[in-house]
């Protein structure tokens, strides 16, 4: 198969690197990481050791044919960017996969594309990038996909087998919605706090102060996303969120990754949506509003 993946950072590189084994890759990313994959190829370390060479590019325009699968793992800011830049590239039959943290980026894609070619997924793999051109995984995870109408098809059982072959352990979701409201719920009090308190994950929970503060952030947020018309028990939803700081306890945040690159930040698309949603459904947003304030004002 054809594949693009459209932001070539420590993801979208794990990824690219694994679906390389089987199938034509083309990543697109940076210029520093892309010119050190092309003198000396990609490299994985970590968990997963490869040394793979890739194709890379710092430009859409210079992707030769329509892929089959084009798959977006740019920040939620760089979305709407992202999909205009691809157009040039998303052919008839190309489906589009968003591989990406935040709460709007299928609404981005959709004022460009059909929703029929999109579909939507979340991952939990750990990843980080350690230099231009060299990854370092740090974590397991699951990764599901799944079609926007919730429908099963057969193009999502082909992505979901082609993915497990490439040994990134992924299922089909019946309800990607929810499974990408259930990943900014835990986002929202992960990735704000450790950027703020310049820690690992593990540390929210060896902290008890931090701990209660994760579970009232959770607690709010799970309002927010049942107003929205979901259904989440605060108590699997603080559970599924412990598990994940255990599970990813020597992991940097991705947000906190992005601070301390220097780079810009996701809070808009995950605690600042959730304040945008909470306010219009009339819920208590305080927290989540305090964690954008914290995390806009630090420099």
């Known amino acids: 198969m054809n594949i693009v993946i459209f ?6 590189s794990l990824f690219g690197a694994l679906l390389s084994k089987n199938n034509n ?3 697109i990313g940076r210029k520093p990481h892309v010119n050190a994959i092309k003198k000396s190829g990609l490299k994985i370390r970590g968990i997963t050791k490869l040394d793979v060479a890739i194709h890379a590019t710092c430009s859409v325009n210079k992707v030769n044919s329509s892929p089959d699968f084009l798959i977006l793992t740019v920040k939620s800011y760089d979305t709407d960017n992202a999909i205009k830049q691809a157009g040039n590239i998303i052919g008839e039959n190309t489906t589009v996969l968003s591989l990406q943290n935040g709460l709007d980026n299928v ?8 929703p029929e070619k999109i579909i939507a997924g979340v991952t939990t793999y750990g ?8 990854i370092r995984h740090t974590g397991m995870g699951t990764t599901v996909i799944g079609e926007l109408n919730g429908k099963k098809t057969e193009r999502i059982d082909n992505i979901v087998r082609l993915f497990n072959q490439a040994g ?7 309800d990607i919605t929810k499974d990408i409201w259930g990943k900014a719920v835990v986002n929202s009090c992960i990735n704000p706090l450790t950027t703020f308190f310049q820690c690992k994950n593990g ?15 959770c607690q709010e ?24 700081i255990r599970n990813t306890s020597e992991n940097y945040s991705s947000m906190f990754q992005s601070y301390r690159m220097g780079k810009k930040i996701e809070i808009d698309s995950i605690n600042g949506k959730l304040v945008e949603v909470g306010t219009k459904k009339g819920v208590d947003v305080s927290l989540n509003e305090m964690l954008v304030y914290l995390i806009k004002g630090r420099k």
């Open 7 to 12: 932001g070539a950072g420590a993801i979208g």
């Open 25 to 27: 890759v083309s990543l």
């Open 107 to 114: 609404d981005s894609i959709k004022k460009y594309l059909e």
């Open 127 to 134: 990843a980080l990038f350690s230099e231009p051109g060299e």
């Open 168 to 174: 990134i352990k992924t299922t089909a979701s019946p």
């Open 203 to 217: 540390y929210l929970l060896d902290n008890p102060i931090l701990g209660q503060l994760v579970e009232k952030i």
């Open 221 to 244: 947020s799970t309002y927010i996303a049942n107003a929205q018309g979901l259904d989440f028990s605060y108590e699997d939803v603080i559970k599924n969120t412990k598990n994940v």
